[in-house]
């Protein structure tokens, strides 16, 4: 009765730890949602955090947990996730977050997550027991959604370009402050469709590791999902104002149909990965849409010094995260 108890309260802690992760994730990623609306004044900054928050809960009705089953089952072989390990990953992952936040750094939450999770289950048994399918398409998608959100925005910018090239730019920005508010929204509910779906992942993940949960079950319990839903949502609504400044003044100057651009391109992107399951960076996303669209102007209009200390970021996450959650994993040994 005693071990149970105790299992129980390590439990708890836990969840409560992952929620705290995806608040964070919201406040981190707020940036990825608003920057774009707010660099163009379609909303004052208090409105868009309530607005891109909205749709981030509301996604909740729209996506399946496909994202979910990939990282609570698709990334570590059954049996090898304990409770330290997910004490690790989960702490490598805010410790990154953190960091990156506070120098205003445009990061990725989901990377530091699943670098978390590699490093603390190597810590625990070594590279073997990762399941290379997950990781290889996690991984592939750091280059590839960027690249298509370069892509989707850049071509979005061109096909615009041709179809008002004969509007007025006055008519042309009347018309794109009103439809920003739509790519906008469709961009926030990418954002909480993937991105709360990780941390519903990882307390799922716990949940089978610590015998609260089958492998079997479909789909995660309903008191995990409306949480991570409700957290993530509000973390977008404090907003980290510091990567927000970065993501929508830094990188390049963007009009409302730039914006809207971009914003399409990235929510796109966000919509194909997660039906396929694929936990993906939102900050990679809308950081390629935002370059796509600048790049259309000129080369030049992209602050490409800025672009690539981002990228730099990018490529450090996952083993800094990882290094992190491997130290926080033997810790966790001495305290539970």
């Known amino acids: 009765m005693e071990t149970v108890q105790t299992a129980l309260w390590v439990v708890v802690l836990l969840v409560v730890l992952a929620i705290l992760f995806d608040f964070m994730n919201g406040f981190h990623d707020a940036a990825n949602s608003i920057a774009t609306v707010v660099s163009t004044g379609v909303l004052k900054p208090g409105q868009a955090v309530l607005f891109a928050a909205f749709f981030n809960v509301i996604a909740i009705l729209v996506f399946n947990y496909t994202v979910a089953a990939t990282v609570g089952k698709g990334i570590v072989q059954p049996g090898i996730v304990d409770t330290h390990v997910v004490f690790g990953a989960l702490i490598g992952a805010i410790t990154w977050n953190f960091i990156t936040w506070y120098y205003g750094i445009p990061s990725s939450s989901s990377h530091a997550l699943i670098g978390g999770i590699v490093g603390a289950v190597i810590a ?19 280059f590839i959604s960027p690249l298509l959100g370069f892509l989707l925005g850049s071509v979005m910018m061109v096909l615009v370009a041709w179809v008002f090239r004969r509007s007025r730019p006055m008519r042309v920005d009347k018309w794109f402050r ?21 941390t519903i992942g990882i307390i ?9 949960a089958s492998t079997g079950d479909k789909a995660p319990p309903t008191w995990a ?21 970065t993501m929508g003044q830094k990188i390049t100057k963007l009009k409302p149909v730039g914006g809207f651009c971009a914003e399409t391109g ?24 935002i370059v796509g ?10 602050r490409w010094g800025v672009a690539g200390n981002i990228v730099w970021a990018w490529v450090f996450t996952i083993p800094a995260s990882a290094f992190v959650a ?7 040994l001495q305290i539970f």
Do not use: E
């Open 124 to 142: 625990k048994a070594g590279a073997g027991v990762l399941l290379s399918a997950g990781i290889l398409k996690t991984v592939a998608f750091i």
């Open 178 to 198: 009103r439809l920003q508010l739509v790519s906008a929204g469709a961009y926030s509910l990418g954002h909480g469709g993937n991105d709360a779906q990780k």
């Open 204 to 212: 799922w993940m716990l949940l089978i590791a610590t015998g609260y």
């Open 326 to 332: 491997a130290i926080s994993y033997w810790v966790s």
């Open 293 to 302: 669209v600048g790049s259309v102007k000129r080369a030049s209009a992209v």
């Open 266 to 289: 990235g929510a796109i992107t966000l919509f194909t990965a997660t039906a396929l399951g694929i936990p993906v960076s939102t900050t990679h996303t809308i950081t390629g849409a």
């Open 225 to 245: 999902v409306v949480s991570c839903y409700m957290a993530i949502g509000a973390g977008t609504m404090f907003g980290g104002w510091r990567i927000v400044r």
